[in-house]
């Protein structure tokens, strides 16, 4: 017979005989790892491919990167058996790339069913347009398909370490693999190569071209960063060997086997009080002398007297801290007994030493938990916590309910063999208790039987309770015939009693083990919303969700996002199938619909709305396994969980939005500081050219026509640089808010007239119409400032409207503004395009043999906005629908100007 330490778990053996089953049908992936460039990975998966196609198998490389690197490919070379895949030719803005051809793969590996296939730089970004973003995404497609693959990868392409490498390096690693991926791969081969024999390669330009190996030496291949790499790779790799020790031995050893002590771990044996504190301390504190890595766990037993509310919240406490402490898992577990549990966690999980604190005896016969375990494991080492003397408390005897379900006739056969014994027990007491006594021990069996077995084995053991009472106590006995009638009233007393804590005690128990079930999903929200506070891709979102809904129901799931041009978009990874029109309903109007609901109801998946605080952002796909309905309880447990996803991907936008933003702050800033250097650089020169042109052109005797063409010519360029210069200038200073507003009041008729003037030689050949009303109030601004909005408006319309055109300013005055219209009779503004035109650096035709950058309009904007008006620009459109010019429209507040009481005395006077 087998006891819980030594009894196979069935739903393990079941996951594994479908695991295998699944790794059967998919393709082997053996992947070749470094620390970096250069140590030889692709020359070791060439080397590895050849001597697989000497064996007799069909190789073909799919792509190879060899970087110019003289040695893999000589090794190309000496393998011309070895045939490539041809690459597939895609265009990328305005050149042609060649790109992995995943369709000509996938078709190979139909026709070589034993075929291996080479993919080298698994972590390479495809060129637009491919099938995946990722070729880590082509491999899982070729994996699926049933090819066998060699790859490639460097430890800084490791999703969960790229923040670390960051900060050993100081380099960004864009392209990554995640974790989930690298850890299905069914062989890594670590590639190593010492720091100092890596940097002679380097310095031999066997790893980069020399231009490009003086870069890498000074900054990345530094032997501090390349000795930091090399032991995460090695880390990485031991890790990853650990990992398949454990499955190995969970999977092909018997549990009762002994732990191997080939790496020692601790674990901690968190008992009820506040011992529990002690041993996880003194574990953490021996586990960091030691650098060890460590567990904690908890055994409910529901078959033993179970710890008060108060000592389970200790436990609790308990487990938190050792959280804290740094334990690599925390678990509570359920068993009918601790000391099998404790030694099943152990050799699962293979952990040396068992730290626990020091028990005693209740009873002389009892065995301590110590002494169990050293009877079940002499392989464990067991090292105990001293405590300190307490007293003694008394434990409330609360059975912890299980979650197992049984038949449900044991229960009643218990309860009539219950009443049986109470009967026997109570016949011989017959002369020496009294009849209401007796009945108290048929009460009693009630509500033992009603605890452990629930309300229907309850009611029967009332009812017999009540028979046996009759038959065997009450005079006369052995029969049914009762001689006294208040014995009526007796039985009808204890059966409404029986019946009243049969219920109440059932009662209890259902409310224990909703509380239990409740607790554990509660449980499982937090570790959830704990991992997804560190997510930082929506990939790692759907990972966590994935994992949380396989663990809780055992259903497979799938995200689908929305992108920014507001289609659904399914992230990978996705298990579950995804009906993309059912989808976009629940998206387009945030209600679930499929399984369960009023929408598709006889759907086989339950699409949720990802309702985040700001807007929908996508949904969430649960496929229900067959035949389960889901409650009101599981439910709200789902929406809690889209709930949470969405709040997470809201939190990655708008972190993704913010640097964004902080790069495009910094980039303004930078280019702002750039253009104030280059044009305070070029007005000397640009100002010395004008006065060289100008003394050519005022030379005597006069310089021929053809040469004073010439140097009209230069001074015009020269005029026009100068003009730019101080464009660029100006809006340097405004966007650094150095430019000093010289406001005073002014009537708008001068600051026109001097626009005019100014931009005379622009507006030659261009009839200009001024339409200003007489009663224009007068304006708070600074006439020169606003002078230059005016002349650059003149300026574009000059240079964009036919020669002849006329130009018309006009001005109106309302209760709070003056707006000004300065209107031509051009093709208008591009459509679509009449704001971004206020931009810098925006032109209305990005290539136009008209001079300028597009800095006119941009500073027009910001002079405007700093006099608290607004400037916008509009296409008018002639009666048959035509663009028949364009109209800049500038608005200024009102204010009020100063009363002149020294003119109003002198009037007076007179």
């Known amino acids: 017979m087998h006891d819980d330490a030594t009894r196979p778990d069935p739903d393990a053996l079941l996951e594994r005989l479908h695991s295998e089953e699944a790794q059967a049908r998919r393709g082997r992936l053996k992947i070749f790892f470094g620390a970096c460039a250069g140590v030889g990975k692709t020359y070791a998966m060439l080397s590895a491919a050849r001597a697989a196609q000497a064996q007799g198998l069909p190789v073909i490389i799919g792509v190879v990167e060899t970087h110019g690197r003289a040695d893999t490919e000589a090794l190309i070379r000496q393998a011309p058996d070895l045939p490539r895949l041809p690459l597939r030719a895609l265009a990328y803005k305005d050149r042609t790339l060649p790109e992995f051809d995943l369709d000509a793969a996938l078709a190979w590996g139909a026709q070589h069913p034993e075929g291996l296939v080479l993919l080298d730089e698994l972590a390479h970004s495809n060129v637009a347009g491919s099938r995946h973003p990722k070729r880590w995404q082509d491999a899982e497609e070729l994996l699926a398909a049933g090819v066998d693959l060699y790859s490639t990868m460097n430890v800084q392409h490791l999703e969960s370490l790229n923040d670390i490498v960051n900060g050993i390096t100081g380099i960004r690693v864009w392209e990554t693999v995640p974790d989930q991926f690298f850890d299905a791969a069914d062989e890594v081969l670590v590639i190593d190569l010492p720091p100092d024999e890596l940097l002679e390669r380097l310095k031999a330009g066997k790893v980069y071209l020399p231009q490009q190996a003086e870069r890498a030496a000074a900054h990345f291949f530094r032997k501090g960063n390349l000795l930091a790499l090399r032991e995460l790779a090695l880390r990485c790799t031991a890790d990853r060997v650990d990992d398949e020790m454990r499955a190995y031995r969970r999977t ?91 030694v099943r966690y152990a050799r699962e999980n293979n952990l040396v030493r068992m730290v626990m604190g020091r028990s005693t005896r209740r009873w002389p016969w009892q065995e301590t938990l110590a002494e169990q375990l050293g009877k079940l494991a002499c392989d464990l080492d067991l090292l105990q916590v001293g405590a300190p003397a307490a007293p003694r408390r008394r434990l409330s005897l609360r059975p912890s309910p299980g979650r197992r379900k049984h038949p449900f006739w044991p229960g009643y056969l218990i309860a009539g063999l219950a009443c049986c014994a109470a009967a026997l027990l109570a016949t011989p007491l017959v002369q020496v208790l009294e009849l209401t006594n007796i009945v108290m021990l048929f009460l009693l069996v009630v509500v033992g039987v009603a605890l452990r077995h629930g309300r229907g084995p309850a009611v029967l ?187 997470s991907l809201e939190r990655i936008h708008y972190i993704d939005v913010a640097q964004k933003s902080t790069l495009q702050i910094e980039s303004e800033r930078l280019r702002n500081s750039l253009l104030s250097a280059i044009s305070h650089d070029l007005r000397t020169p640009l100002a010395s050219l004008a006065g060289l042109a100008d003394t050519l052109g005022m030379a005597q005797p006069p310089l021929p026509a053809q040469q004073q063409e010439l140097t009209r010519a230069i001074l015009q360029s020269v005029r026009r640089m100068s003009a730019l210069v101080n464009n660029l200038l100006d809006m340097a200073r405004l966007q650094a808010g150095a430019v000093q507003f010289h406001k005073a009041w002014q009537p708008l008729e001068e600051v026109v007239g001097s626009a005019l003037s100014t931009s005379a030689s622009a507006l030659a050949g261009h009839p200009v119409e001024v339409q200003l009303p007489a009663d224009l109030p007068l304006l708070h601004l600074d006439a020169v400032l606003m002078e230059r909005v ?121």
Request: one cysteine or more.
């Open 461 to 647: 053991a009332a009812f017999m309770g009540v028979v046996f009472f009759d038959f065997f106590f009450v005079p006369p006995r052995l029969t049914l015939a009762v001689s006294d009638a208040q014995y009526l009233v007796t039985f009808g007393v204890m059966l409404v009693v029986a019946l009243v804590v049969g219920q109440l005690t059932a009662g209890l128990k259902v409310q224990a083990e909703a509380a239990t079930l409740r607790a554990h999903r509660v449980r499982s929200l937090y570790d959830m919303a704990r991992d997804l506070s560190s997510a930082l891709l929506p990939g790692q979102v759907a990972e966590i969700g994935a994992r949380f809904l396989t663990g809780e129901f055992g259903a497979d799931s799938a995200l689908v996002l929305v992108d920014d041009d507001e289609h659904l978009q399914l992230l990978p990874g996705g298990t579950a199938p995804v009906d993309m029109a059912v989808a976009q309903w629940a998206f387009a109007r945030g209600e679930p619909a499929g399984h369960g609901t009023d929408t598709l109801p006889a759907s086989p998946t339950l699409v949720l709305p990802l309702k985040a605080p700001m807007r929908v952002r996508g949904v969430l796909v649960v496929a229900v396994p067959q035949g389960q309905r889901l409650g009101v309880e599981p439910r709200r447990l789902l929406q809690t969980c889209a709930s949470l996803l969405a709040t």
């Open 790 to 910: 005016l002349a650059n408006l003149l300026e574009n319309a000059a240079k964009y409207t036919p020669a002849g055109s006329a130009i018309t300013i006009a001005a109106q005055s309302q209760s709070d503004a003056v707006l000004l219209r300065i209107t031509d009779h051009g093709p208008g503004l591009p459509k679509g395009r009449e704001e971004l035109l206020f931009e810098k650096f925006e032109r209305g035709a990005r290539e136009s043999a008209t001079p300028g950058v597009g800095l006119g309009l941009a500073i027009c904007r910001a002079i405007v906005h700093a006099h608290g008006g607004s400037i916008r620009g509009d296409t008018l459109v002639s009666a048959q629908g035509q663009a028949s010019g364009a109209c800049f429209t500038i608005s200024l507040p009102r204010g009020t100007p100063p009363t002149d009481h020294g003119a109003d005395a002198q009037g007076v006077q007179r």
């Open 252 to 342: 092909s050893i018997s549990t009762a086997a002994p732990v191997w002590p080939n790496r020692e771990a601790l674990l901690a044996c968190v008992g009820p009080g506040a011992n529990g504190e002690k041993v996880v301390r003194s574990c953490a504190r021996l586990a960091a002398q030691l650098e060890l890595p460590w567990h904690a766990v908890h055994v409910e037993a529901p078959g033993q007297p179970a710890p008060s509310a108060a000592l389970l919240a200790q436990v609790e406490r308990s487990l938190k801290l050792a959280q804290e402490l740094g334990a690599s898992a925390c678990n509570m577990l359920s068993a009918t007994a601790r000391a099998p549990a404790l």
